[in-house]
């Protein structure tokens, strides 16, 4: 059973073959810790496979991590917005109660328009961000990619060349 993958509840972990329920427990807590961003002291009896169930679990909570992530961002590099438009800003406040960018109050008098062209202002330094970012990462990948293809050219190439020295000496 290689590359078997486990479900528990709506978590999925990579693992090599069936896991016991001690390490599928193991591996759903440290999900549940990373993912409410705590810290978590994990104790095992010895032959459990810690190492292998905290390598599955951290893993897949980095995946999932990183998926959201992505999600998010492509939420907002297709809105065009950040998480700090609001439609009921879309109107003009006059008074000085009136709330600006980012949550924090407007001083008063200080125009509607000055408070909006400021939170837009940042909505805009917001997408900047992540579009660096993804394309940060996307140079990333493709090299990953590049470094993976020549390994395993390497390796075809060191194949290759065994198979035609192993073929020569059994002639």
């Known amino acids: 059973m290689a590359n078997e993958t486990q479900k528990v509840g709506a978590i999925h972990f990579p693992f090599p073959f069936t896991p016991y329920s001690i390490q599928e427990d193991f591996m759903a807590e440290l999900y549940r810790v990373l993912e409410a961003g705590k810290i978590g002291i994990f104790e095992s009896p010895t032959g459990t496979g ?10 897949s909570w980095l995946r999932d991590f990183e998926q959201k992530k992505r999600e998010e961002e492509a939420r907002l590099l297709e809105t065009g917005t950040g998480p700090l438009h609001d439609e009921k800003d879309e109107s003009l406040c006059l008074s000085s109660s009136c709330e600006g960018a980012a949550g924090t109050p407007r001083p008063a008098g200080e125009p509607a328009w000055v408070t ?11 997408v900047d961000r992540l579009k660096a970012e993804q394309a940060r990462r996307k140079q990333r990948e493709e090299r990953l990619q590049q470094l993976q293809h020549r390994v395993q050219l390497k390796y075809a190439a060191k194949r290759l060349k065994l198979g035609c020295e192993w073929l020569r000496r059994g002639s």
Do not use: H, Y
């Not at 810690?50 to 893993?59: D, E, M, R, V, Y």
């Not at 202002?121 to 917001?126: F, H």
């Open 50 to 59: 810690k190492s292998l169930s905290l390598i599955c679990g951290a893993l």
């Open 116 to 126: 909006q062209f400021v939170q837009k202002k940042e909505e805009r330094d917001l």
